[in-house]
């Protein structure tokens, strides 16, 4: 098995274990339709540069991102415990978002443009 099948695997899985803490977490499925591809917008970057492109949807598409904002809505969660409740829910749609991106190949892009990414050119060799 290659290494970029690994990979989408292991997208496949993230996908799936978060949907399932999703379902057990009692949140609206409705959220979750309207924000799946919310993570998406960075995408708008490339509107100014590939360069900026790449940063603001790499942003928006690793794990890192998602798990600081868990991170600070676990640590408040005794003292905002409503607010905590919706942000472990849109992290929890956006781990699913990047575990789908990465089981379909939509890795993280480069500087030299859109279709470059960490798992192989989109649509051309792997």
Known sequence: MNENTLLRLEGLAVLLVALGIYSQYGASWWLFAGLFLLP????????????????????AHTYVTPLIVAGGAFAFRATAAEY?????????????????????????????GFRDTHLGRMGGDR
């Open 40 to 59: 998406d917008l960075g995408m708008l970057g490339y509107l100014a540069s590939p360069r900026l492109g790449a940063w603001t949807y790499n942003a």
């Open 84 to 112: 905590a409740s919706l942000i472990g829910s849109i992290t929890l749609i956006w781990i699913a978002h990047i575990g789908f991106d990465r089981a379909l190949a939509l890795g993280l892009k480069r500087a030299s």
